[in-house]
């Protein structure tokens, strides 16, 4: 073994081959969300190639690069089920938006009308950089402006090119001139970039709830099922919300096209007959914790509570940076302090125990539930042996975080990105010592100010 700093150790990993790399973390405090595992203190992590391989006290690793993680706490990455890459570049252009509508009018009928592929390569490379810096090891790009094949290859490039475990969820846009090329274009998309099972990104078929706001062809139903079964790709479906969606949920269930492939995203105002069906068939939740109550859709509370009642785990996102927080920290927190004040508040004056969530679930929703959510439950999400290593080195001794008392609660309650030391995603370094890798920031910068002001000189014009 070879015990060096950090900078000689990224120096070693990179000097030999991704496949016969082997790095051994030491002496750290290891959150696995893995139900066996628990949280294991002072102990070791083995990555060797893309892979976790050992966890445990005093491992012993031959000629591993060794990096002391004394005084940190190790933890898989977060996985983000839901987030519309593509609008980076407007990110809080509208932070106080009143409602979806105001939403849906400035930003999807009028700013991506005008968006072209390189306008989505940026914003798409902006979000999924954010998200690792962030500890955001997967992320579930729900690509909903497919104007053309040539805007679908964008969002897949930068996704490619940040190296993040990315899902591309693709969707044609809700206004505007396109192609009308999707769905057909996933077969496409599908034979030029993932054509493999063993890669780090994967494709879904992206969809609405109703056809309340764009038409019946980008609404979810039996013949988008069938094209998603074709292809054998999940399905992620937004905008699931109130009594209409309730009521298509029902009849998805009559004609057998929920299930685990299926993601519905927010599941905000639902009937219990609607959860009742989900929870039957299985199918994943993914809630939006900030979006759902900072711009108000539907109840404007996010549905823990009625997923848990029907035994659905749900994974967390991000949804839109135009309004939103861009980490998982922030929806953690969000839904952690929501779900606790409503329990309290509905046993107050009636003698009966608080149901509460605890910082355990919402860490969980945002690692092994998100995966699991996004159809990638063996690969991640858990610091099991055999997973990719997807994981984040945490610094516990922080001036934010010491002294580590309980390290759920740290990584919850107390950590933000500038505690992230590390992060590995398929054991490649993709933030070390602190900094995001091979990122030439101020080159990123001009293309996105350059991308920004394309898009509101074209859209004011």
Request: net charge negative.
């Amino acid at each position: 073994m070879t015990h060096v700093n950090a900078t000689a150790a990224l120096e070693q990993l990179r000097r030999r081959p991704a496949d016969e790399r082997r790095i051994l973390f030491t002496g750290a405090t290891v959150v696995t969300m893995d139900a066996d595992l628990g949280v294991l203190p002072n102990a070791d992590l083995l990555v060797e190639g893309d892979t976790i391989t050992a966890v445990g006290p005093g491992l012993e690793a031959g000629d591993a690069v060794v990096v002391d993680a004394t005084g940190t706490v190790l933890s898989p990455g977060f996985v983000d089920t839901h987030r519309h890459a593509w609008e980076a570049q407007l990110r809080r252009i509208m932070p106080d938006v009143d409602d979806l509508g105001a939403y849906v009018m400035s930003t999807l009928a009028g700013y991506a009308t005008v968006y072209r592929p390189q306008d989505m390569y940026t914003g798409t490379k902006l979000a999924a950089l954010t998200a690792i810096d962030s500890g955001i090891t997967t992320m579930l790009d729900f690509s909903h402006n497919s104007r053309t094949p040539e805007h679908s290859d964008a969002a897949v490039e930068a996704l490619r090119d940040t190296g993040i475990r990315g899902v591309h969820a693709s969707m044609g846009p809700h206004f505007g001139d396109w192609d009308k090329q999707w769905p057909g274009d996933l077969t496409r998309l599908r034979e030029k970039y993932f054509n493999s099972d063993d890669q780090l990104l994967t494709l879904r078929l992206a969809t609405l709830a109703t056809d309340e706001v764009a038409g019946p062809a980008l609404a979810y139903g039996p013949e988008l099922a069938r094209v998603a079964k074709d292809l054998g790709i999940g399905v992620s479906v937004d905008a699931v919300f109130g009594t209409a969606s309730s009521e298509v949920i029902l009849s998805w269930a009559k004609d057998g096209i929920l299930g685990s492939d299926v993601t519905l995203i927010h599941a905000t105002g639902l009937t219990p007959e609607a959860w009742k069906a989900m929870g039957e068939s299985g199918t994943t939740v993914a809630l939006a914790p900030t979006s759902d109550a900072q711009i108000g859709l539907e109840t404007a509370i996010p549905a823990v509570d009625e997923a848990l009642s029907v035994g659905i785990r749900p994974g967390l996102s991000i949804d839109v940076e135009v309004a939103l927080a861009s980490d998982m920290f922030t929806q953690m927190r969000a839904l952690h302090a929501i779900q606790r004040m409503r329990a309290v508040n509905a046993a107050h004056g009636t003698g009966r125990q608080p149901v509460r969530i605890t910082t355990h679930d919402v860490l969980d929703f945002a690692t092994l539930q998100g995966a699991r959510t996004n159809g990638l439950a063996g690969v991640t999400g858990s610091l099991t042996p055999g997973k990719k290593a997807d994981l984040l080195v945490i610094q516990a001794e922080d001036l934010n975080n010491m002294p580590l008392n309980d390290p759920i609660g740290t990584l919850v309650l107390g950590s933000d990105a500038r505690n992230i030391s590390t992060v590995l995603i398929n054991g490649e370094p993709r933030k070390w010592d602190g900094q995001v890798l091979d990122v030439d920031l101020p080159a990123l910068r001009s293309e996105v100010h350059a991308s920004r002001e394309y898009v509101l000189n074209t859209h004011a014009a």
